[in-house]
């Protein structure tokens, strides 16, 4: 079954500065790849998604990555704020475990990110 | 906007209680999803629905069954609370359209004790 690391647990930068979190993965490739937010107490949001096929996706001060090669995903935030703080979470298509439809997602443990003012 | 809601944000129940936990979305999606999150274990998935009736295992079904009677509706159920099942958990649902198939869609969460 797929395996997923995100890099560190949790993470605190300067406000302003330009956060990087890290997903990595084994085994298979998946088709695509998603970030969520999660704030303390309230279900995840899904953030960006990019697909095996694209290299980089963009959403106003969000950047994530995907190099096949590596087998890893980095998700920027720019600029950061305080009101980025929050968990960040990986999640990935099951592949080829997956039942017809089901469109199953298997999810990193998260990165805590702490914004510092 | 996709809504998600879940019917308690928290409950305390007995070890031994059967336990409902109720979710309902408003955008038609054909997927639902129970998780249960845990400090240092993150998401898990619990069980899956792909259509009313319909109903699939996910990695950690033990202890828990489900019900889907209507497309907006998953019921988790606990049928025996114990107290490992103390826990936040989480429905998600998802459409099944071509493009915005992958993306999840959760609800607040219910953060269940059991005592």
């Known amino acids: 079954s797929q395996k997923i690391e995100q890099n560190s647990e949790a993470l605190n930068i300067q406000e302003g500065k330009t956060a990087t979190l890290t997903c990595n993965y084994t085994?298979?490739?998946?088709?695509?790849l998603q970030w969520y937010r999660q704030d303390p107490g309230r279900g995840p949001v899904f953030l960006l998604l990019?697909?095996?096929?694209?290299k980089e996706k963009r959403k106003e001060r969000l950047k994530v990555t995907f190099d096949t090669t590596l087998k890893q995903s980095l998700f920027h935030i720019t600029a950061s704020q305080p009101a980025d703080s929050a968990t960040y979470l990986c999640a990935l298509d099951i592949g080829p475990y997956s039942g017809a439809g089901s469109y199953q997602l298997t999810f990193g443990k998260g990165t805590k990110l702490s914004v510092i003012p | 906007d996709v809504k998600v809601t879940q019917s308690s944000r928290y409950l305390v129940k007995r070890t031994g209680e059967k336990v409902f936990l109720e979710c309902v979305q408003d955008?038609?999606?054909?997927?639902m999803f129970w998780y249960r999150q845990d400090p240092g274990l993150g998401l898990r998935l619990i069980y899956f629905?792909?259509?009313?009736?319909?109903?699939e295992k996910g990695d950690i079904p033990e202890g828990y069954s489900v019900s889907r009677e209507k497309k907006e509706r998953f019921s988790l159920i606990l049928e025996s609370a114990s107290t490992n099942q103390t826990s936040m958990y989480l429905c998600?649902?998802?459409?099944?359209?071509?493009?915005?198939?992958?993306?999840?869609?959760f609800g607040p969460g219910t953060r269940l004790l059991v005592l």
């Open positions: 629905s792909y259509d009313v009736k319909m109903k």
């Open positions: 998600a649902s998802s459409d099944v359209r071509t493009g915005v198939e992958e993306t999840q869609y």
């Open positions: 990019i697909r095996e096929n694209e």
């Open positions: 085994n298979y490739s998946p088709a695509y």
């Open positions: 955008m038609d999606h054909e997927n």
